[in-house]
């Protein structure tokens, strides 16, 4: 075969990166492969509309049909987006004996293990590193360079909005409401940035992450997902007093065959390789029981990073035509779906109380935490914004989930405290 040919699912941000990258990149491809790479149609909402990149309109329909029932198309590359109708459009596609490329996380956390049991089927492959990190390639470690080692633990930024906006509220000192403005108009935050900031961007991804690396049929539903919306300056600066730094980090772990996934704004050290991450960069960091620490940083999004990661998953496909293997990368999930029970959850936290400053307060308080045997690495104790009142803010050494839940409610029907300002998990100081 001396040409693979390739229907384009969209022409938005990276649908365009894709096109310059095959283009400018076409000598070293063809090199690397043996054989040419060609866009034939183009899928598109409006056939009519200005480009920012020079191509040929006989390439461009809006019928998807020209795509999913042209003989002449070996390989649908999605970069269009959205849930149900893309779905179904792939779905024929695998049906039609084409293969997939897709950068679309949201599809792969809804469908993504239908998908690759029906590409399995069909004897196809459905690559989609591109769908959780853009520029970094955090898929195929997972599944080829880290494949003999067993994953404990993947945690990381994998959302660049909420990571500028953190980075901006932490350095610059602004409300969480004036970056996230600030964010919009530079292109970094959706009109509605409901998805990023409220965390289930981030928790679509580490669900991915989760499936490949614990090999455990795990969705969307099973990730604990709290977003930065809550997250004050108050916050921030006592974190930073207390050696801090808050990120929206996702963590998932498995111990004994049973995960735990989770998207939240966590506490690190404020020298850990994650809390140095800036501005709308990504960076994924890969405990496994053999090779130990490992982190991957890059961009997280923008044209060119995700479509260079598109046309890299597009060169595998083509790879796998040409030896004739396709449709064997697909593995049956090794362990049951099993997720932690909150006793079985450890992690260590900092709590922020609002409490009547008076005598035995603080003995009444610290009973609350004795009887639930939890113990605290550091204490502070502050005047409160009114008189007689005072703040509390503790982190707690490693505690199960049970064991912070029980103590909040107690302190909730605690007399002595006014409210419970704020709890974050803290992480990365293993």
């Not at 400018?24 to 060609?38: N, P, T, Y």
């Not at 990190?133 to 990381?156: C, F, N, W, Y």
């Not at 390789?273 to 999004?301: D, R």
């Not at 260590?348 to 009444?364: K, N, P, S, T, Y």
């Amino acid at each position: 075969m001396d040409k693979i040919r390739v229907g384009l699912c969209g022409l938005g941000t990276v649908g365009t990166g894709v096109v310059k990258v095959l283009e400018s990149h076409q000598a070293r491809i063809r090199h690397k492969l043996g054989c040419d790479v060609e866009i034939v149609k183009i899928l598109v909402n409006d056939v009519n509309k200005p480009r920012d990149v020079i191509i040929d309109t006989n390439w461009l329909t809006d019928s998807p049909d020209e795509l999913v029932n042209n003989e002449d198309i070996d390989v649908i590359v999605e970069v269009m987006g959205g849930i149900e109708d893309t779905n179904s459009l792939l779905e024929q596609a695998l049906r039609q004996g084409k293969h997939i490329v897709t950068a679309n996380k949201d599809l792969m956390a809804v469908y993504g293990q239908k998908l690759l049991r029906l590409a399995k089927e069909n004897h196809c492959d459905i690559l989609y590193d591109a769908s959780i990190a853009g520029g970094i390639p955090i898929v195929r470690t997972l599944v080829d360079g880290l494949a003999s080692d067993h994953i404990e633990k993947v945690m990381g930024i994998v959302n660049g909005t909420t990571n500028y906006i953190m980075t901006k509220m932490t350095d610059e000192g602004l409300d969480f409401d004036q970056v996230l403005k600030e964010a919009q108009e530079l292109g970094f935050a959706e009109a509605d940035p409901s998805s990023d900031v409220d965390g289930l961007d981030a928790a679509r991804k580490m669900a991915l992450l989760a499936n490949l690396a614990f090999k455990m049929e795990l969705t969307l539903e099973d990730v604990d997902v709290k977003g930065i919306r809550q997250v004050t300056q108050d916050d921030i600066n006592f974190a930073k007093s207390l050696g801090y730094t808050i990120k929206l980090i996702g963590i998932a772990s498995m111990h004994e065959d049973k995960a735990e996934v989770t998207v939240e704004p966590i506490l690190l050290p404020k020298d850990h390789p994650l809390a140095l991450v800036k501005n709308e960069f990504n960076a994924v960091y890969v405990h496994g029981e053999a090779v130990g620490e490992t982190m991957f940083y890059g961009p997280g999004a923008g044209s060119l990073p995700t479509a260079t990661a598109v046309v890299s998953d597009l060169m595998e496909v083509v790879r796998n035509i040409r030896l004739g293997i396709s449709g064997n990368a697909y593995i049956d999930p090794q362990f049951e779906r099993q997720l932690k029970a909150d006793h079985e959850r450890f992690s260590r936290h900092f709590i922020r109380l609002d409490v009547e400053d008076q005598a035995g307060a603080f003995q009444e308080i610290t009973n609350i935490f004795s009887d639930q045997h939890v113990s605290f690495a550091k204490i502070l104790q502050l005047p409160g914004e009114k008189e007689g009142r005072a703040e509390i803010v503790m982190i707690t050494h490693k505690i199960s989930q049970e064991q912070l839940l029980k103590s909040l409610q107690a302190l909730e029907n605690l007399n002595v405290v006014e409210r419970l300002i704020s709890h974050y998990r803290v992480d990365g100081e293993e």
